[in-house]
């Protein structure tokens, strides 16, 4: 059999990818090595929060982008037995006066949809977040999802495979492409043929041949997972020098390091430190009662513009990517793979922001 679709990696963006091209009757076929969410998308949880960036920025595309993704999640989720989201907002309160003024006048310039985001005064975020630090205030996101990341995508792999994925998780030796496919051999010696090949590796994406000029920029995350007696203090996320979030009733995750050195992918002492210290500063008097338990890193892939890169290799045929979602990639995936879905089967063209086109 010849595929429409050979998909090089189990992330977030090969797996949402999949979906839709499944969707539009494609026949797919997923490799990676690892299984599932083996790379940055194995997070143990993430937020879905549109504000972005140290002054709370509504990100690019926002509400498309949230609704794309909420509507996934919905669906894997109605098909499941797991509980892997919720919808239980995110507060971000400004951590000096500096960042509260730049915060503020970003929110009176920005047009939110309806119930999306509202200023708090400092005084309303300490009745409602009592011993949350805060300085003059912060914005509050009612919308804002927290999601359990490879528990979500183990369920949607599940589903996707009941949907005719096919899957193979070894290790890709060669892909040569001959008159009208790619030949792709395992390391097995078992060889899959398909028409085109779609790279979503992640920041392993610069390693295959010909791509080794994508302005992909490796940025090491860490994360802690705490358990304190009590519990989480909050229904909702804290987004404040970093994140903080309940996995259950008395554990809770705190991220993440953002290193753009660093020696060894694996956890280290430096974020133990890092998540510690900047827990003490965000949750003073609960961080006294809360101990690690566990720690997790993954590698993001950035880019230079910070925005997402698809679209074809611009001289190798049959041959595209879908890599450089950062730190948003639980916002973005769905929706670029929507549109990523549509450019290579109904070849419309793709957003000059996130297209490959812009760096040649
Ligand atoms: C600490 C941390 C916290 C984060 N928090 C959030 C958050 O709160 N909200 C949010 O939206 N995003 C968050 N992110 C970012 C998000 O995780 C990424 O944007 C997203 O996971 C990227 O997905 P991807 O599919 O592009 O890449 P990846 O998840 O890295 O997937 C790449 C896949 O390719 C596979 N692969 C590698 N090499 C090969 C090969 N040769 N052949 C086949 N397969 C291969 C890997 O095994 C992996 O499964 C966080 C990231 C980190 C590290």
């Not at 205030?137 to 949607?156: D, H, N, Q, R, T």
């Not at 993440?256 to 050195?261: G, M, N, P, V």
Request: proline letters at 4%.
């Amino acid at each position: 059999m010849v595929y429409d679709y050979c998909i090089f990696g189990g992330g977030l963006a090969g797996l949402s990818l999949a979906d839709k091209l499944i969707a539009k009757d494609c026949s797919v076929i997923l490799i990676d090595p690892k299984g599932i969410a083996g790379g940055a998308s194995g997070a143990p949880l993430g937020l879905v929060n549109p504000a972005t960036g140290r002054f709370a920025n509504k990100s690019w595309r926002a509400e498309a982008c949230y609704e794309a993704i909420l509507a996934t999640l919905e669906h894997i989720q109605s098909h499941s037995n797991a509980s892997f989201f919720k919808k239980n907002g995110v507060i971000r309160p400004a951590m000096d006066e500096k960042i509260a003024q730049r915060m503020k006048e970003n929110y009176d310039a920005t047009h939110w949809g309806k119930d999306w985001c509202t200023w708090l005064s400092k005084k309303k975020i300490n009745e409602r977040f009592p011993g949350l630090a805060c300085v003059e205030g912060g914005v509050w996101l009612p919308i804002g999802l927290s999601v359990k990341m490879s528990a979500f995508l183990e369920c949607y792999f599940d589903q996707l495979k009941q949907l005719n994925l096919d899957y193979c998780f070894e290790s890709i030796y060669s892909y040569t492409f001959t008159s009208s496919h790619w030949d792709i051999i395992l390391e097995t010696k078992e060889s899959i043929k398909a028409k085109e090949i779609i790279i979503t590796t992640g920041i392993k994406s610069k390693s295959f041949d010909g791509w080794d000029s994508l302005p992909l920029i490796p940025v090491k995350g860490q994360l802690a997972v705490f358990k304190s007696k009590h519990g989480f203090p909050y229904s909702s996320s804290v987004s404040a020098l970093g994140y903080y979030s309940a996995m259950n009733d008395k554990h809770f995750v705190a991220g993440s390091t953002y290193e753009h050195k660093f020696q060894t992918p694996d956890t280290d002492e430096y974020g133990t430190e890092y998540l510690t210290k900047r827990l003490k500063k965000v949750l003073p008097d609960f961080a006294e009662t809360a101990t690690l338990k566990s720690q997790w890193a993954g590698i993001r892939a950035s880019t230079p513009d910070r925005m997402p890169i698809l679209g074809r290799h611009p001289e190798i045929e049959n041959i595209s990517v879908f890599a450089g979602l950062g730190s948003k990639g639980m916002l973005y995936s769905s929706y670029l793979a929507d549109l990523f879905c549509d450019f290579l089967v109904e070849k419309t063209v793709l957003p000059v922001e996130v297209s490959i086109t812009r760096f040649s």
